[in-house]
């Protein structure tokens, strides 16, 4: 008789590991079609999260602290026997490694957290299998397609499980943009928090809406009429120098190649998805969740994006404003002991929300 898997046994069937570029960091990256291949998901579901995504897969690095390589054996307790994973969304033509040190300085500050960097909505690894329709790359549905994915990972609570885990969302620009679309019906009391640094949700930046918009109606002809190709190669430069304001060289570069390597049509979707989204339905559950704005980003507008969050009643207390741009976390030429300092900030805000979150989960909230 073969014995069942056990929840993480998915951990094993990683497709690459070595050592993170962070010192006494770890890392393993997954494919979610290796794990429906080996049965260490249910297929269904597997199948079934990837159909109604449009994917044609989805793939993660995870990172954990360890000096030396965990032996196999021992990846499962690695992993699965901790207080939390740091869930990281990168934003427009992003992947995974845009975090760049992030990750591996949570993990190393905090060694009983794991850090899960997402290729998704379309980009990286990720990939849609054809051209994505609106309403599957839209900040609600990638938001959906993440929850789904954790559930799919079991890396919640489980019942029966003593020990308390949080999951701590970390999402740039349309990454942070999806954050506000999490569904807390499906989340206990300290269960998971939020942080969206220069979250791109633009429901009350009528302008970028309509540039968004068009930008990808533009993007689109492209995709379908060769002829406007030169019409791109003009407006490429000026696209990506706004995707990475206040970047590194290496974000700048990573932007670039995978801007190159995103089918067009991909692209041109979701810059109109993020241009035509006005989805308001957005649950007002704010005690752990923070959001953090460059005070010159060209992709989201300060004083719109402070209008949107007053009229949502956001906390003034969850809301912080740095010297910076879109990266204004990312360390690059243009301000480099400010944007050292907001990278510092960020992690120590991953950090306090998820000790936040870990306490509430203890104590519950507490009235009068």
Same mark, same amino acid.
Not at 329 to 341: D, K, L, M, R, T
């Given at each position: ?11 094993? *069937? ?18 979610? *079609? !290796? ?106 549905? !990638? ?18 499980? @003593? ?9 740039? *620009? ?18 998971? =928090?939020?942080? #969206?640094?220069? @979250? ?6 009528? +302008? ?33 120098? #706004? ?22 049509? =991909?692209?041109?979707?979701? $810059?109109? #998805? ?16 923070k959001v953090v704005l460059g005070h010159r980003d060209p992709l989201v507008g300060l004083l719109p994006m402070m209008d949107m969050l007053s009229h949502l009643e956001f906390p003034a207390a969850n809301t912080r404003v740095v010297a910076g741009s879109h ?8 301000? +480099?002991?400010?944007? #050292? ?23 519950? $909230?507490?009235?009068?």
């Open positions: 008789m073969t014995a069942q898997p056990t929840l993480l046994a998915w951990t094993r *069937s990683y497709f690459y590991r070595g050592a993170g570029e962070v010192p006494g960091t770890q890392i393993a990256y997954y494919r979610l *079609s !290796d794990l429906i291949n080996a049965g260490l998901v249910t297929p269904s579901e597997g199948r079934g999260l990837l159909l109604s995504s449009g994917l044609l897969d989805l793939t993660w690095q995870v990172m954990w602290a360890d000096n030396d390589p965990t032996p196999d054996e021992e990846l499962e307790d690695k992993i699965g026997n901790v207080q939390g994973y740091a869930i990281f969304m990168h934003g427009w033509t992003g992947n995974h490694a845009i975090w760049e040190s992030i990750p591996g300085l949570v993990v190393t500050v905090n060694r009983r957290l794991v850090a899960i960097s997402l290729d998704h909505n379309g980009f990286g690894d990720s990939r849609f299998a054809e051209t994505p329709a609106i309403e599957n790359c839209n900040p609600p549905a !990638d938001m959906k397609a993440v929850e789904a994915l954790i559930d799919l990972l079991k890396i919640r609570r489980q019942p029966g499980q @003593p020990n308390l885990k949080v999951i701590n969302f970390v999402g740039h *620009s349309m990454g942070g943009a999806a954050l506000f679309y999490l569904n807390p019906i499906n989340w206990r009391v300290g269960e998971e =928090t939020r942080l #969206a640094l220069a @979250p791109a949700l633009l429901l009350d930046d009528e +302008v970028k809406k309509i540039f968004y918009t068009a930008l990808g109606i533009g993007i689109g002809l492209v995709n379908r009429i060769h002829v406007f190709e030169i019409v791109e190669r003009a407006i490429k430069p000026q696209v990506l120098d #706004a995707l990475t304001a206040g970047s590194s060289a290496y974000v700048r570069q990573l932007h670039a190649d995978q801007y190159q390597k995103t089918p067009r049509g =991909t692209t041109a979707t979701t $810059f109109m #998805a993020m241009g035509l989204l006005n989805n308001r339905e957005i649950p007002r559950q704010w005690s752990s969740f990266y204004f976390f990312s360390v690059g030429p243009e301000a +480099v002991y400010q944007h #050292a300092q907001n990278r510092e900030l960020v992690v120590q805000d991953i950090l306090e929300l998820h000790e936040r979150a870990f306490a509430l989960q203890r104590t519950g $909230f507490r009235v009068g």
